[in-house]
């Protein structure tokens, strides 16, 4: 059922020493055959290194109906960003040695305002680093899970209506005169 699904890939994301970014359910469980049911919208992050475990169990959790796939290589970007940072470390410490030994107050003020400006790229750049080793320590996976009214669930793996109806001729047909006499 539809609680025990959300649960269950809860608690699979947990084990898997992933967590939940974020989640959303919307609905009311369907009470009759028109109803829609609920729907859950998950966004998990999961260690890319189980990433392939966690697909595996979830499609023992819950029905996959359709999935894809996608990846992002940020090695440029991330290269890019981690060169600026230490560029603007450097740039820090020229300016400390600059204030050390500036003479005048205006030329103080300034080596400091250039400073304030460069510790907040330095600071932002960590920040963004930091994104893209998160980004890259764990996969992101979006799973929209829908509740089935009891009419639209799969029903037991026992004949099919066609085959059903079948084998009643079958049986009703014994001989091609039992055809002529009813």
Known sequence: DFDTAVQ???????????YVQSSSIYGRAPQS??????????TLRIPSAR???FLAQT????DIYSQSSGSDNI?????????????YEAQLQRLRELLSQAENLSDVL????EISRVQYEIESLTAQLKQYDNQVDYATVEIHLAELSSMERPQSQGPSLG??????HTSELQSPGDLVCR
Not at 12 to 17: A, D, G, I, V
């Open 33 to 42: 055959w028109s109803d829609s049911g609920r729907t859950a919208y998950f």
């Open 59 to 62: 499609g023992e959790l819950i």
């Open 51 to 53: 990433l392939n475990e």
């Open 163 to 168: 085959e059903r109806r079948s084998e009643e």
């Open 75 to 87: 090695t440029m970007t991330y290269y890019d960003a981690q060169t600026r940072k230490e560029n």
């Open 110 to 113: 300034a080596i400091e305002s």
């Open 8 to 18: 269950a890939l809860t608690d699979l994301t947990s084990s898997m020493e992933g």
